[in-house]
């Protein structure tokens, strides 16, 4: 990390910070955690944070919880909420999974899932986020309404993650395919990465029913 990074994370954690609790489902409470209730938009792999920070700035109705288990990054987004003056945004570090299991059902307005590990090898798919247990999970944690987005520039992890999120008898599909790029997803240094390599972006924006 650098040296502002490392500074961010010994000084804003405290303030900004949330330990994803070792058992799995234990209770978040997040009237306390943002200190009001509103909409909520659940970040799972935040990466750097640029795409978070600049979302939560464009909506600042909306709170932003984002989940990361690595530490440059997590630093990287506290240091952005600070230099931006978001107070709509928290940072979790940890298992995503174990997080959504303590929130209340209902509980989200969305859930991003932005380009996360493809795991391309056949035996490693079993690693994947968007697979049929976790993806019920995530949608018992939506309002009614509320929408999982995800983005990928892995074509065949595209598919897969299509076939998952229609076969789930909650979600309907919001395009009935993939979705037109929305101007609202800001384009990142991974996503111009990928696109300069020839591979083209997929984004899935399903509704809980």
Known sequence: MSSRQTEALDRLWPVYGLRVPDRPGTPVDLAGLFGRRAPLVL???SGMGDTTAAMAAADPDRDYL?????T????NLLDLVERHGLRNVRV???DA??????LPAGSLDAVH???PDPWPKSRHHKRRIIQPAHVAL??????????LHCATDWAEYAEA????LDADPGLVDAYDGFAPRPAHRPVTKFERRALRAGRPIFDLIHRRS
Do not use: K, N
Request: cysteine-free; glycine content about 16%; charged content about 20%.
């Open 66 to 70: 984002a989940v990361e288990v690595h």
């Open 161 to 164: 993650m299509r076939r998952t």
């Open 97 to 102: 999974l174990d997080l959504v299991a303590g």
């Open 113 to 115: 899932v932005f380009f």
């Open 72 to 75: 440059p990054g997590i630093a």
């Open 138 to 147: 995530l949608r018992s944690r939506l309002a009614t309404g509320g929408t």
């Open 92 to 94: 979790a570090e940890g």
């Open 43 to 45: 970040e799972i792999g």
